[in-house]
């Protein structure tokens, strides 16, 4: 079992960077794919980005490449999304996500999710 928690989130104004850590407790996370999922008010859940294990491969989605990079320290077992350039449809619920994995997943693959820590970007 992991247990994952996320911090980081706060208002930003568009334009404004926030750097989110999602801190991991239960196993080491070098076995596993990571995940940073989001969600809108009436919108649906989507995968904003994903890492592989060991971190060379990378996932982003198209509304935030050149604009988030997701990173992961297995050592201190902890994953980043650091988010750039904010924009007001960047707001929302982000979550932290893992499954055990040897490269990087599909978006309905992980199996344990943090409670999630809220961004919201003003206009």
């Known amino acids: 079992q992991v247990q994952l928690v996320e911090s980081g989130g706060g208002l930003v104004q568009a334009g404004g960077s926030l750097r989110l850590s999602c801190a991991a407790s239960?196993?080491?996370?070098?076995?596993?794919?990571m995940g940073w999922f989001r969600q809108a008010p009436g919108k649906e859940r989507e995968r904003a980005a994903g890492?592989?294990?060991?971190?060379?491969?990378?996932y982003y989605t198209d509304s935030v490449k050149g604009r988030f990079t997701i990173s992961r320290d297995n050592a201190k077992n902890t994953v980043y999304l650091q988010m750039n350039s904010l924009k007001p449809e960047d707001s929302g619920v982000y979550y932290c996500?893992?499954?055990?994995?040897?490269?990087?997943?599909?978006?309905?693959?992980?199996?344990?999710w943090g409670q999630g820590t809220q961004v919201t970007v003003s206009s």
């Open positions: 996500t893992a499954t055990p994995a040897s490269a990087l997943v599909v978006p309905g693959a992980y199996d344990f």
């Open positions: 890492i592989s294990p060991g971190g060379g491969r990378k």
């Open positions: 239960g196993r080491t996370l070098s076995g596993y794919a």
